[in-house]
């Protein structure tokens, strides 16, 4: 059962500054800091896709100069046609010698899915195991977004642990980390109404990084250290320009740096960013230009490996 055990009325309140400004999203992409660049070829995104008809696709964005896209992989059935109106990063971790086990959370006709499915060598639903989207709760079609982050122990003196985020319309995010098989409730923090976008990009044992968007143009990052009912810390990267994506997507790239994927659903494009380590206006960002692929499918989102590293925040 979906358990919250912490009022709104008590949440932890992030007083941004971002305005309610909008601004035209038909305007220019971000530039490059000091032109376009390529970055380290072993940088890439690994980008998954729910498609109209439920399918789920998985292909490769590579930071080579240019940039390229690997082939499509499609599974389908695995989803309703047109059911999935949320779905987090997806965790996708080998089986046997060709295969592979995917895991994340989905929201489908307003309830929190816990979805789970097996692909065999040709990316197809692998019958000897489950296929699983288990109803957790509802109460959910009033989210914008939802993400789940999960900490794997490196060592034993580390902890680990599964967090999941949701934004609601009204610009609230709400947190919980799984304990068992239920989900408590660790506050949430305002002043987020014109936030457009946010991607996980920074995870420690204390605390968790998002790089945001807002409708102004504004580029953040938000920190939330994980102890209960913690305060924010917000950090403008940039003033302007950045209002022309409704997603962004991160992964790592290096030892301490993101590649940023930014979705402009309006013009079905996508623009690839390399970003140094967060560290507020000082923060490197170098464009590496437009993705040649057409974001068409409702939903985009990335799949992660089940050691999954981010060091960008």
């Keep these: 059962m979906f358990r919250k055990t912490v009022g709104l009325a008590s949440a932890a309140v992030l007083a941004l500054g971002l305005g309610a400004a909008a601004a035209s999203a038909a305007q220019a992409k971000p530039a490059a800091q000091s032109g ?10 690994r980008l998954g896709s729910v498609t109209a008809n439920g399918a789920f696709t998985s292909r490769m964005i590579n ?12 599974t389908a059935g695995v989803f309703p046609a047109n059911g999935v109106q949320h779905i987090s990063t997806v965790v996708g971790t080998p089986l046997g010698t060709s295969g592979e086990s995917r895991t994340g959370l989905t929201v489908m006709g307003g309830a929190l899915y816990s979805s789970s499915f097996v692909v065999d060598g040709e990316s197809q639903i692998d019958p000897h195991y489950p296929h699983n989207n288990l109803r957790i709760g509802g109460g959910w079609a009033s989210y914008r977004w939802i ?10 003196g580390s902890p680990a642990r599964t967090t999941l985020y949701a934004q609601r319309t009204n610009g609230v995010m709400d947190r919980w980390v799984a304990e068992g098989t239920g989900w408590r409730s660790t506050g949430g923090v305002g002043g987020l109404s014109t936030v457009k976008s946010m991607a996980l990009i920074g995870r420690t044992d204390t605390t968790e990084t998002f790089i945001a968007n807002t409708r102004a143009g504004t580029l953040l990052t938000v920190t939330w ?15 302007a320009t950045w209002q022309g994506f409704e997603q962004l997507i991160a992964t790592n790239c290096g030892a301490s740096g993101t590649l940023l994927l930014g979705i402009d659903r309006d013009t079905k494009s996508g623009y690839l960013y390399a970003v140094g380590h967060a560290n507020g206006t000082s923060t490197v960002i170098k464009s590496l230009g437009k993705v040649p692929l057409t974001f068409s499918d409702p939903q985009y989102f990335r799949i992660a490996p089940k050691y999954d590293t981010l060091n960008g925040g």
Excluded: F, H, M, W
């Excluded at 100069?65 to 992989?73: D, K, L, N, Q, Y």
């Excluded at 789940?148 to 034993?156: E, H, M, N, T």
């Excluded at 102890?227 to 917000?234: D, Q």
């Design 36 to 45: 376009t660049t390529a970055t380290t070829a072993a940088c890439a995104l």
């Design 63 to 74: 930071a080579t100069a240019p940039i390229t896209v690997g082939g499509v992989r499609g």
């Design 225 to 239: 250290p994980t102890k209960y009912n913690a305060t924010t810390v917000g950090k403008t990267v940039r003033t």
């Design 147 to 156: 993400e789940q982050s999960i900490k794997r122990a490196a060592d034993a």
